[in-house]
Nanobody, 120 residues
Framework: QVQLVESGGGLVQAGGSLKLSCAAS????????MGWFRQAPGKEREFVAAISWGGGSTIYADSVKGRFTISRDNAKNTVYLQMTSLKPEDTAVYYC?????????????WGQGTQVTVSS
């Protein structure tokens, strides 16, 4: 397994941008498919985006398609989530995840989460 640590969360106004980072420990990072999930207060954790181990394939939730971009740098053991045109409904704790399949239906490692708050 890999250990994951997110950073980059914060408070931003609606329409603004943030870039989240997730640093992974371990020499096998490049063999994992990676994803981002989020959980708003009182709601279930939901899928946001995923990227294949080589970075050639990405998928997004409909709610963020066209606004968020997932990417990874295997040389730096890091996956990113660039968020633009943020909306108040994007407010949540964002979690990084690693798994054996490119859709991240199965998660083998979670980060601790980073808070994103979008004010109206």
């Amino acid at each position: 397994q890999v250990q994951l640590v997110e950073s980059g969360g914060g408070l931003v106004q609606a329409g603004g941008s943030l870039k989240l980072s997730c640093a992974a420990s371990g020499r096998t990072f490049s063999s994992y498919h990676m994803g981002w999930f989020r959980q708003a207060p009182g709601k279930e954790r939901e899928f946001v985006a995923a990227i294949s181990w080589g970075g050639g394939s990405t998928i997004y939730a409909d709610s963020v398609k066209g606004r968020f971009t997932i990417s990874r740098d295997n040389a730096k053991n890091t996956v990113y989530l660039q968020m633009t045109s943020l909306k108040p409904e994007d407010t949540a704790v964002y979690y990084c995840a690693a798994g054996p399949d490119p859709t991240i239906l199965v998660v083998t490692s979670w980060g601790q989460g980073t808070q994103v708050t979008v004010s109206s």
